[in-house]
T-cell receptor
């Protein structure tokens, strides 16, 4: 089954404790991205990647890191989480071909206390 | 950069009534347009996408959207709302399959 898999689904952590949210897709997609969803703000892009070893900042990259060492994986790293990073996070992928939609994971709800 | 505007963060309709969710985009070139739906505690699912083959696009669950270039709009409609349509709806625009831009979403409530 074609899917984007994020882990964990729920995560509660404390300020400053490094964490990683994993994202993996099995569709051989070149494009992968991370979004955060906050009430009233919709989805805002954090980082995206056009292909292996190619990453770019989205609209809200501060406090986040990503890496794309393999085509299928695109982890999101919070080196020193803060309470304002409490949010719902989504990973998504796309084939980059004409009119190709984004395929989303089920989300990770992060709480930073 | 593109921008996407969804008028109305909350829309309520009675069961059986017409659903109309508005989306306007800013683009000087023909964009790639999508509507996504998000049910509670789930990720976003593709409802429909615009192709240049037709201005009226049919999606899943009876939804459709009409592309109007002169109005830079891509409004989502459904003739008769069902209780199961209650969800958050997002309009999105992409640039040549690269960057995707989302509206702030419209929460649809269906009143029995």
């Amino acid at each position: 089954e074609a899917q984007v898999t994020q882990n964990p689904r729920y995560l509660i952590t404390v300020t400053g404790k490094k964490l990683t949210v994993t994202c993996s897709q099995n569709m051989n997609h070149e494009y992968m991205s991370w979004y955060r969803q906050d009430p009233g703000l919709g989805l805002r892009q954090i980082y995206y990647s056009m292909n292996v070893e190619v990453t770019d900042k989205g609209d809200v990259p501060e406090g986040y890191k990503v890496s794309r060492k393999e085509k299928r994986n695109f982890p999101l790293i919070l080196e020193s989480p803060s309470p304002n990073q409490t949010s719902l996070y989504f990973c998504a992928s796309s084939s980059r071909s004409y009119n190709s939609p984004l395929h989303f994971g089920n989300g990770t709800r992060l709480t930073v206390t | 950069a593109q921008s996407v505007t969804q008028l109305g963060s909350h829309v309520s309709v009675s069961e059986g009534a017409l659903v109309l969710l508005r989306c306007n985009y800013s683009s000087s070139v023909p964009p790639y347009l999508f509507w996504y739906v998000q049910y509670p505690n789930q990720g976003l699912q593709l409802l429909l996408k615009y192709t240049s083959a037709a201005t009226l696009v049919k999606g899943i669950n009876g939804f459709e959207a009409e592309f109007k270039k002169s109005e830079t709009s891509f409004h989502l409609t459904k003739p008769s709302a069902h209780m199961s349509d209650a969800a958050e709806y997002f309009c999105a625009v992409s640039e040549a399959g690269n960057q995707f831009y989302f509206g702030t979403g419209t929460s649809l409530t269906v009143i029995p």
